[in-house]
């Protein structure tokens, strides 16, 4: 990517948590191969909120799945946090799995069987943790977003958008580098989808580095950054409104 001239302002942090360079993901299927990502380029710096969008089918579930190590690339290089993936084995890449991301999906992917604190206690069950320790995490992850009032409910006694919070504290237990949401708010109504971006707003400001897969312009309005895919490709990289610290470290024009 260009490095334009040192600017006068810097931004707030230099930090690239994610360095993706020339990433291709072939799925095989028999005879067929599909190119879900074709020759992938993206940086993401510390504390950036960052949309990623385009139509179905366009590679944005896979690039979230490479990026959340949940998944590796045919080929190509992929950084995290400083660390090339591409030389982990499985067991390191699972760790770094559960030390550096949090995931949230459309469907929540909650336990039917298990209350709120069970739920978020959940990725703590390979950490030494005491568990009185985990069950503290997990009140106090709830607490941050606002369903202190919940822990003891089960998924089907809560409503989609508290069940979204639920699988949100979940994904902020550890303490993630980067919170990838893959559509978040695809199956809530618009008044809790709001609920969310406005919890998303707030751990922006608080620092978290976000990624969101979305459809919709208004939820993508949120972000600092749009991405859009097309065919396995990024087609743009924009900022959502004047940004220096955007020009500095990505170049490029403004929306
Ligand atoms: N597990 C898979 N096996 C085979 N093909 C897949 C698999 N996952 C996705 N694909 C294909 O890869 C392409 C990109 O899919 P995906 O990343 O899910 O797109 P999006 O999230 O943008 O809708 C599509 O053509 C899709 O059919
Ligand atoms: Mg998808």
Redesign the pocket.
Same mark, same amino acid.
């Given at each position: 990517m260009v490095q334009q001239e040192q600017s006068t302002i810097q931004p707030k942090s230099n930090k690239v948590i994610i360095r993706l360079h020339d990433i291709i993901r072939i799925?095989r299927?028999g005879s067929e191969s599909?190119h879900?990502l074709d020759g992938v380029d993206l940086d993401v710096y510390e504390n950036e909120y960052v949309a990623i969008m385009?139509? &179905?089918? &366009?590679?944005? &579930?896979?690039?979230m799945n490479l990026i959340g190590c949940l998944d590796r690339a045919t080929s190509g290089y992929y950084e995290l946090d400083g660390k090339d993936t591409t030389k982990m084995g499985n067991g390191a890449l699972a760790h770094a799995r559960n030390e550096k991301i949090g995931f949230v999906f459309q469907s929540f992917e909650l336990l039917p069987r298990a209350n709120a604190i069970r739920n978020v206690e959940l990725p703590l069950v390979y950490s030494r943790q005491a568990v009185w320790a985990r069950g503290q995490m997990a009140r106090k992850a709830l607490e941050r977003v606002g369903l202190g009032e919940r822990m003891h409910h089960r998924p089907n006694q809560l409503s989609g958008g508290e069940k979204q919070r639920v699988a949100v504290a979940r994904a902020l237990i550890n303490n993630p580098s980067i919170l990838l949401a893959d559509e978040p708010t695809g199956n809530l109504d618009s008044k809790t989808s709001k609920e969310i971006l406005a919890l998303f707003d707030r751990l922006h400001q608080e620092g978290q580095t976000i990624i969101m897969?979305t459809h919709e312009s208004d939820v993508a309005c949120h972000a600092n950054r749009i991405v859009r895919?097309l065919d396995?490709k990024i087609v743009s990289d924009l900022p959502t409104e004047q940004d220096p610290a955007y020009e500095f470290r990505h170049g490029g024009q403004r929306l």
């Amino acid at each position: 990517m260009v490095q334009q001239e040192q600017s006068t302002i810097q931004p707030k942090s230099n930090k690239v948590i994610i360095r993706l360079h020339d990433i291709i993901r072939i799925y095989r299927m028999g005879s067929e191969s599909i190119h879900a990502l074709d020759g992938v380029d993206l940086d993401v710096y510390e504390n950036e909120y960052v949309a990623i969008m385009g139509q &179905s089918g &366009s590679g944005k &579930s896979t690039l979230m799945n490479l990026i959340g190590c949940l998944d590796r690339a045919t080929s190509g290089y992929y950084e995290l946090d400083g660390k090339d993936t591409t030389k982990m084995g499985n067991g390191a890449l699972a760790h770094a799995r559960n030390e550096k991301i949090g995931f949230v999906f459309q469907s929540f992917e909650l336990l039917p069987r298990a209350n709120a604190i069970r739920n978020v206690e959940l990725p703590l069950v390979y950490s030494r943790q005491a568990v009185w320790a985990r069950g503290q995490m997990a009140r106090k992850a709830l607490e941050r977003v606002g369903l202190g009032e919940r822990m003891h409910h089960r998924p089907n006694q809560l409503s989609g958008g508290e069940k979204q919070r639920v699988a949100v504290a979940r994904a902020l237990i550890n303490n993630p580098s980067i919170l990838l949401a893959d559509e978040p708010t695809g199956n809530l109504d618009s008044k809790t989808s709001k609920e969310i971006l406005a919890l998303f707003d707030r751990l922006h400001q608080e620092g978290q580095t976000i990624i969101m897969v979305t459809h919709e312009s208004d939820v993508a309005c949120h972000a600092n950054r749009i991405v859009r895919m097309l065919d396995g490709k990024i087609v743009s990289d924009l900022p959502t409104e004047q940004d220096p610290a955007y020009e500095f470290r990505h170049g490029g024009q403004r929306l």
